[in-house]
């Protein structure tokens, strides 16, 4: 809120440098502007006003108006703008990956702790389209709605994709069932860890502040788990009310682990954005 507020003063006070003609221009911009759709976000449209009115006022000092330079009047230039695609941060698309590697960790991998309890394919397979279906609606309405409305929305929906999950969970007849042994599983839990944990690391060496790493604690926290139950010395203590706790606490301390590293993440971006 402070960054946003810093925004509107600066914004407040370059609309204060312009004449009075590229004044009474900009002000029916922003009023036509509030009008689309793209501009529901107030933040976004803070932000888009900032750009503009560093091109106006350069504009301006050269001797243009406002009306020249946008190539417009403030109705035409306002659709125009609300037309163009919202640009897309370099992260979006890596992001997309988090919620979906959250989604294991939390629904998919405690499932499998214990050698015992199989995969269920079918159940696995309903589980992902339900989440896929859930976060293609919760992208739709973040480009429709404003932030309250965005964010009563995601309530619905994660809502919904709980009730829906443990309605399948009930209903889903238990088909395709797969055992991650001892041996074999051991390997395939070390090999899903690695491999995601390198691409965190090569994410966030190419575009740094990535979500991905915030997932690291708790994947090795589960992968760790995992390993215990499989290993002779360890996986008789894992099946005891001991190993339950161990368990439970591990599952609390990685979720623990996604929110500080989530934290200080969106910390740094904030930075980095002003």
């Known amino acids: 809120m402070a960054r946003i507020a810093t925004i509107i003063k600066q914004n407040a006070a370059m609309r204060n440098q312009l004449n009075p003609e590229n004044q009474a221009y900009w002000d029916e911009l922003v009023e036509r502007m509030r009008e689309q759709p793209k501009y529901a976000d107030e933040n976004f449209l803070q932000r888009e006003m900032r750009a503009l009115l560093d091109e106006v006022t350069t504009a301006q000092a050269a001797g243009q108006s406002a009306e020249d330079y946008l190539g417009g009047g403030p109705a035409t230039v306002a659709i125009a703008l609300g037309k163009l695609e919202r640009p897309r941060p370099w992260w979006q698309t890596w992001d997309l990956l988090v919620p979906l590697l959250f989604f294991t960790l939390g629904t998919i991998l405690p499932g499998v702790?214990?050698?015992?309890?199989?995969?269920?394919?079918?159940?696995?397979?309903?589980?992902?389209?339900?989440?896929?279906?859930?976060?293609?609606?919760?992208?739709?309405?973040?480009?429709?709605?404003?932030?309250?409305?965005?964010?009563?929305?995601?309530?619905?929906?994660?809502?919904?994709?709980?009730?829906?999950?443990s309605l399948a969970a009930r209903l889903v007849p238990a088909r395709g069932l797969i055992y991650l042994t001892r041996v074999?599983?051991?390997?395939?839990?070390?090999?899903?860890?690695?491999?995601?944990?390198?691409?965190?690391?090569?994410?966030?060496?190419?575009?740094?502040?990535?979500?991905?790493?915030?997932?690291?604690?708790?994947?090795?926290?589960?992968?760790?788990?995992?390993?215990?139950?499989?290993?002779p010395l360890t996986s008789s203590l894992m099946v005891t009310s001991a190993g339950n706790f161990l368990i439970g606490l591990g599952t609390l301390l990685g979720d623990v682990s996604v929110l500080i590293i989530g934290w200080h993440i969106w910390q740094a971006r904030q930075k980095k954005s002003e």
């Open 184 to 231: 074999g599983g051991s390997v395939t839990l070390i090999v899903f860890a690695l491999v995601i944990t390198g691409l965190a690391w090569w994410q966030n060496r190419q575009h740094p502040n990535s979500w991905l790493p915030a997932i690291l604690g708790s994947l090795w926290i589960t992968t760790v788990l995992a390993l215990l139950a499989r290993f």
């Open 113 to 165: 702790i214990l050698p015992a309890v199989p995969l269920q394919l079918l159940l696995v397979t309903v589980q992902y389209g339900l989440f896929i279906v859930a976060m293609a609606l919760g992208l739709w309405l973040t480009h429709r709605f404003t932030a309250r409305g965005r964010l009563i929305g995601w309530l619905v929906i994660v809502v919904g994709l709980l009730a829906a999950m």
